[in-house]
């Protein structure tokens, strides 16, 4: 059998481009083009748990044939995940009081919209479960990654990421891994119940089933997007937003004139506002 060599092989411009156009079909993301040696150094733990001895031939794995989870890997390995419990926290105040307005029988139903690994989807559901009645809220969170989607829905995370969780929530809603979990904290079962997660790609229109949210979280993705795909995305997302319902994003981006519905509320916090005739 060959020997699979040791160091990271080199990506010519023509397979870099590939995986742009890959990454960029698959998620509205176009890749830095000054990133070829990144993404090499990504996708090589791969390419030798594949035994594979070039990026030319892992671009054809990945970039022919049906979609399949080496597909779903490269995806993940190629986008950014990071995230974190209660991040960007300025935006609780507005989605506190807009859930207390809220009144039954219909539930208070919040999209994380691009969830990642699921921290933003339960530190809105800790928020939601110190404020509604259990059964009365609910929140979904989606993410193009499979991989990442996975392992919200494990709802298992290592205990250094507990620290920006304020510590009376962080006492209610997780519990201390022991045993095989020793080092990990897991989100309680009662507050898991609120929260669902689904592989949802923000370039295509949300499945029907998906339904209508009072709050839609869509945070630190459109910085990574260009113009065209930022309005599409934005549209996605404000189409399923309920009239007089909020939209919140990363205070790195905006969202001014994406979309003719929106009004300003605060920074980072717009409002769907009914349809103006035209
Ligand atoms: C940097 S994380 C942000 C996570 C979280 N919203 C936050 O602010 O902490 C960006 C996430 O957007 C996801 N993403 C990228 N393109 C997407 C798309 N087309 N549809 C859905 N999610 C996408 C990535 O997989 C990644 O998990």
Known sequence: MDVVEDRVPPLTPG???????????ATGIRLA?????????RLWSRLRALELRSFEDYVQLVT?????PEREWAIDALTTHETSFFRESKHFPSLIEHARRHRAPRRFRVW??????GEEAFSVAMVLADLLAPGT???IGTDVSVPSVEAAQRALYPLERASTIPPELLRRYCRKGTGAYEGSFIIEPMLR??????ALNLCEPPPPTLGQFDVALLRNVLIYLEPAEKRV?????????LVGGLLLNGHAESVTGLHPDLEPVVQTVHRKRPRRAS
């Open 15 to 25: 397979d870099f481009e590939r995986l742009r156009a890959f990454v960029h079909e």
């Open 33 to 41: 083009p000054s990133k070829p040696y990144l993404v090499a150094s």
């Open 233 to 241: 995305m934005v549209h996605h997302v404000v189409d399923r937003l």
């Open 137 to 139: 809220f609910e929140v």
């Open 193 to 198: 119940q609120h929260v669902s997660f689904l």
């Open 64 to 68: 022919t044939g049906a979609p399949g």
């Open 112 to 117: 994380s919209a691009a969830c990642s690994t």
